[in-house]
């Protein structure tokens, strides 16, 4: 238990090259051809006889009463399972298709903004997630449960943003989301191409937004009879919308 529990903080995380991921529909998808390896699963007596066959013999597995499962659990309502996952290590890649779209996060805070981020990149098809080093941790509980499943579909790289662009430049045109950008409807939209988003209140660092070959923006409804509107739109909503303008000029 106490392991398990280390486990919410990021150094401990580090230190194992492990996380934690809850749930019935979670585990089973790990259990099948996520490609994720298990250390270890802790559920319910009932769980475990359900999937018993389905678990490899590697995998220790202990059966937990729902009273434990609660002491271990981050979630207000445990659901029947966890397992402790070893953190995946992704080479960098070399060279990219040409309908590649991938993502670039600097400085995204919250986790549940980055959870929700890699569950729509997965929808939109995106596979790569290039985050600065001052980006949530990927493996933070909240991130693997906001992502609903997608963290098994979706590699997450850390490291300096302004270096990596420089490595690909040529390879991926570079679009910037920017509240002075061209508006994404009506814009040119090519791929490949890697998207940046910025920190939810400063937006994109200088040192990497003067890397950006475009800038685009989400254009704003502001009637003429309303008193005043959003300053801003949500990082996590506004790399959504986005990732759909894109993957929607590709197909038209």
């Keep these: 238990m106490k392991y398990i529990r280390s486990l919410r903080q990021r150094k401990y995380r580090d230190r194992y090259k492990v996380f934690v991921a809850e749930g019935d529909k979670i585990v089973q998808e790990l259990l099948g051809e996520s490609g994720l390896q298990l250390e270890m699963i802790c559920g319910l007596n009932s769980w475990m006889d359900k999937m018993r066959a389905q678990t490899p013999p590697h995998v220790q597995c202990i059966a937990v009463s729902p009273k434990e499962l609660g002491r271990i659990s981050t979630l207000k309502t445990p659901n029947q399972v966890l397992a402790v996952v070893q953190q995946p290590a992704y080479p960098l890649p070399e ?151 894109f993957r929607h000029k590709e197909y038209k």
């Design 95 to 245: 060279e990219f298709a040409d309908h590649e779209l991938v993502l670039m996060l600097d400085s995204i805070q919250d986790p549940g903004n980055l959870g929700t981020m890699i569950r729509t990149a997965d929808w939109f098809g995106v596979h790569h997630i290039f985050c600065s080093p001052c980006t949530a941790d990927v493996y933070n509980p909240k991130v693997i449960q906001a992502s609903m499943g997608s963290f098994m579909r979706t590699k997450v790289y850390y490291g300096e943003l302004d270096q990596l662009i420089r490595k690909i430049k040529g390879k991926l045109t570079v679009y910037g989301a920017f509240l002075e950008g061209e508006e994404v409807p009506g814009a040119s939209l090519s791929l490949p191409a890697a998207l940046l988003i910025g920190n939810e209140s400063k937006g994109i660092s200088a040192n990497t937004a003067s890397l950006a070959d475009r800038k685009l923006s989400v254009p704003r409804h502001h009637p003429a009879d309303a008193p005043q509107v959003a300053d801003s739109l949500n990082a996590a909503v506004a790399s959504g919308i986005m990732m759909a303008w």
